[in-house]
């Protein structure tokens, strides 16, 4: 082949590769988007329960407190607290408009103590709600919100160990 011949050929394959290739580049207008990234504060909630010592079985004349309930969030912030009885105890039947709970004895479990979860005097705001006592409304940031576990007045209590337990979330109304 001469060399004009070779010379036309290598011309015609390379532009003939020019023309399927696609040049690389950034076209058109933009479109923007954005994103709120909110990173919120870890709310690590305690709650802890301490009962008095020295009950007694009796006949319970009196709406008498048997526990005391103290929740408090490490986070810095003020919070209400939404508290219910732990799933494993039977909140079926109520009779109060306080979240309540039935409780069996370890021992016996035919002996059963009718509990309610209610708030304390220095909390007003404590109201019942859906299943929860709503407590600490009007709480200030890093203060340990108080509420209580009643024995309603009228109830005859069997001597046993009686297991009680609840649950607290933050609460936003």
């Known amino acids: 082949m001469s060399m004009m011949k070779k010379t036309m050929l290598a011309t015609v394959i390379l532009a003939g590769a020019g023309m399927g290739v696609a040049q690389a580049g950034v076209n058109g207008s933009g479109i923007n988007a954005t994103a709120d990234l909110v990173f919120s504060n870890a709310t690590n909630v305690s709650n802890a329960i301490t009962a008095p010592t020295g009950l007694t079985a009796r006949k319970s004349a009196d ?91 009228g109830q005859t209590v069997a001597a046993d160990t009686y297991t009680v337990g609840t649950v607290a979330y933050t609460y936003t109304s």
């Open 63 to 153: 709406n008498n407190v048997i526990a005391t309930g103290l929740i408090r969030s490490i986070d810095g912030l003020a919070h209400a607290y939404a508290v219910r009885f732990s799933p494993d105890i039977d909140t079926s039947t109520g009779g109060t408009s306080m979240p309540s709970a039935v409780v069996s004895g370890k021992n016996d479990s035919a002996n059963k103590v009718t509990l309610v979860l209610n708030g304390v005097a220095s909390d007003s705001s404590a109201m019942p709600k859906d299943g929860y006592l709503i407590v600490g409304l009007g709480s200030t940031a890093n203060e340990t919100v108080k509420y209580s576990i009643v024995m309603p007045a």
